[in-house]
């Protein structure tokens, strides 16, 4: 073989084995650089609360920052669609939610993703009791006055929430279907913003996770008639569960988990599971969730296998209870 024949052929050789390598050392070497955590929802509700608890420990652990991006729009579906359009990388993840996940799919027949399919599950972060709350000045004292007040006025009340598909919607309509009342409906551009309306009295009721309303809860600046879990959440022990107050179809617990797009390499989504994990079990971290009602995961609830068994049987369960729903705006 001549001399610029081997040449060649040599050139060709480290072409095909340069981007392996390449790949082998990024996995490696990860992470190099700072990481986006995309949450669905504007800063200061429930998702974006619990993504700041974690992203401290985890960055500490991967030796990159974690910044947060507030991606707005769409009950969270917008998140949902930039983050599985992201680079396999592991430089772009996403908070994600039963929400997000899981009745997006009912609720938005055109939905850009697959939650299934088109994302990586990392981990779970943390469980939330979903409860029923309204402004301030509502004449119902207990879930069952306020059940039947509700039935009476229907058609006068209206509902806010952080956008369809999001856990406020979600939950909420399901409450509305068991009554079988269609209130007007009014989206805000995250649950922290549906929460300062209903404090404020320009809306009469929502449901939220308890993470967001704890605070409002003990300052008494609304009213917290039950909450969707089968035992009561100890950061709010006095507040009945919806089973105890007479209304035990209302079950429902929102979830908080963390997926990278399709295709990211196992390695970096083991990184980043072992990170999460370490999270979970820092003593500031797991207090800071337990205080604002989070149910943190289990070990056997924390892996990606387990995450991915989740959206599977979240998306079962609430596609038959969810229609798209006429009028929401």
């Known amino acids: 073989?001549?001399?610029?024949?081997?040449?060649?052929?040599?050139?060709?050789?480290?072409?095909?084995?340069?981007?392996?390598?390449?790949?082998?050392?990024?996995?490696?070497?990860?992470?190099?650089?700072?990481?986006?955590?995309?949450?669905?929802?504007?800063a200061g509700g429930p998702t974006d609360v619990v993504g700041r608890i974690i992203v401290e420990s985890m960055s500490h652990t991967l030796g990159q920052q974690i910044v947060i991006e507030n991606v707005i729009g769409a009950g969270g579906t917008t998140a949902g669609t930039r983050a599985m359009r992201a680079a396999p990388d592991g430089?772009?993840?996403?908070?994600?939610h039963m929400g997000?996940?899981?009745?997006?799919?009912?609720?938005?027949?055109?939905?850009a993703y697959n939650p299934s399919i088109d994302f990586?599950?990392?981990?779970?972060?943390?469980?939330?009791?979903?409860?029923?709350?309204?402004k301030k000045d509502m004449p119902a004292r207990n879930l069952g006055e306020f059940i039947s007040y509700v039935k009476q006025h229907a058609a006068e009340l209206t509902m806010a929430h952080a956008g369809m598909g999001s856990v406020?919607?979600?939950?909420?309509?399901?409450?509305?279907?068991?009554?079988?009342?269609?209130?007007?409906?009014?989206a805000f551009q995250g649950s922290g913003p549906a929460m300062n309306a209903l404090v404020a009295g320009k809306v009469d009721y929502m449901c939220d996770q308890v993470v967001a309303v704890v605070p409002q809860?003990?300052?008494?600046?609304?009213?917290?008639?039950?909450?969707?879990?089968?035992?009561?959440?100890?950061?709010?022990?006095?507040?009945?569960?919806?089973?105890?107050?007479?209304?035990?179809?209302?079950?429902?617990?929102?979830?908080?988990?963390?997926?990278?797009?399709?295709?990211?390499?196992?390695?970096?989504?083991?990184?980043?599971n072992a990170a999460l994990v370490k999270a979970l079990d820092d003593e500031t971290v797991r207090k800071r969730l337990l205080d604002l009602g989070g149910d943190i995961p289990g070990s056997a609830g924390r892996s990606p296998e387990a995450l991915a068994a989740l959206v599977k049987s979240e998306i079962a369960k609430w596609t038959p209870i969810l229609r798209p729903t006429e009028g929401t705006n």
């Open 168 to 186: 406020s919607h979600v939950t909420c309509q399901l409450f509305n279907s068991i009554l079988g009342v269609s209130p007007k409906l009014a």
């Open 120 to 134: 990586a599950p990392i981990g779970m972060v943390a469980g939330m009791a979903v409860l029923i709350l309204a």
């Open 217 to 272: 809860a003990k300052a008494n600046s609304i009213r917290v008639y039950a909450v969707s879990t089968p035992t009561r959440n100890p950061a709010l022990p006095d507040v009945p569960t919806a089973k105890e107050a007479g209304l035990p179809l209302f079950d429902a617990s929102a979830w908080n988990a963390l997926f990278a797009p399709k295709n990211t390499p196992q390695p970096i989504i083991a990184k980043l």
């Open 91 to 96: 430089y772009t993840i996403m908070l994600g």
């Open 100 to 111: 997000t996940h899981a009745a997006a799919v009912a609720l938005y027949p055109n939905l």
């Open 1 to 42: 073989m001549s001399t610029l024949k081997f040449i060649a052929a040599a050139a060709c050789g480290i072409a095909l084995v340069a981007p392996g390598r390449d790949t082998a050392h990024a996995q490696t070497d990860y992470p190099a650089r700072t990481i986006t955590m995309i949450v669905p929802f504007a």
